[in-house]
C-alpha cells in the first residue's frame, strides 16, 4: 500500500519535490489547494502525513501556518530544505516579448522582484500555487500568459522555459515541515530539534529569562517569531525553535519552561532537517 501524502499544491509544485525527496519517489500525494485544505485532510480525510512550507530565505516566515498548527491536531515530525529556482514559462513558440501576464504564488513572485522591474509592461498576477498556473496555461492553451514555477513544471504540462532561475538571491530556499496527525513520535536517539509554543505575562523579563533558560541548558535559538493573541490585545504568541545535542538537557529546559511560561506547547521533537 502507498505511502499517501497531502502536499498544498499538484505535481510539479514544490511541495511535491520535497514529498518525493523525503519519501521517495514512489510516494503518492494528495493535492490541496489551500494549506487550511491540507489541514481539513489531516485532521478529517484520513490523511495521516502531511508536507507544509514554513518560510523562506527571502520572503520569511509564512505566518498563517504558525497558527494552522497550532489549531490543528497534527504534530511536526520531520523538516526538509530545497533550495527554490524560479523560471518563466509560457506556451510553446512564445517569447518574453509576447508575454502580457505572469501568474504565481505570491511568495515566488516576490522573490523575482528585480526581474520583473526590468518588465514594467507585464502586470504580476497573484494565484494560489506555481504548478497550478502552469496547468491552467497548458490545459486552456493561454496565449501571452506565462506561469513561475519549477522546471519540473515545465516539464509536467509541456511548457517552454523563457527565462530560467529568476529569483533575486541565487541561494534562496524554503523549510518545509513534515506534519503527522495520527501521533507519530520520532526516536528520541534522533531527536535534535524541537518547535515550542509558549504565551507570557506582560511582567518585565520574562522573554529574557527564557532566552537565559535556554542558553543555560545548552539549547540553541534558531527560530523565533511572536503573534498576537487576538482575545487578548497586546498579548504575544511565542513559536520557537531550538537545536541541541543532548536530549536531556532539552527535557530539563522544557520543565523549567513550563513553569515560567504559560500554555507551553510541543509542536514537534525531530531531527534537523539541515545536518
Known sequence: MKNVIAIQGIQGSFHHQVAKEYFGNGVEVRSCDSFPKLMEELSEGGIQQGIMAIENSIAGSILPNYVLIDDNKVRIIGEHYIPIHMNMMALQGQSIDDIVEVRSHPIALLQCKNFFENYPNIKLVEDSDTADVARQIAEQNLKGIAAVASKTAASIFGLEVLAEGIHTVKNNSTRFLILSSNG?????????????????????????????????CNLNLTKIQSLPIIESPWKYSYFIDVTFGNYSEYLKAKEILGIITEELKVLGEYKNGRL
Do not use: C, M, P, R
Not at 511582567?203 to 533558560?213: P, T
Open 184 to 216: 507519530h513520535l520520532v526516536d528520541k536517539n534522533e531527536i535534535n530539534k524541537a518547535s515550542l509554543k509558549f504565551e507570557l505575562d506582560q511582567e518585565h523579563g520574562n522573554l529574557a529569562s527564557v532566552l537565559n533558560i535556554l542558553n543555560d
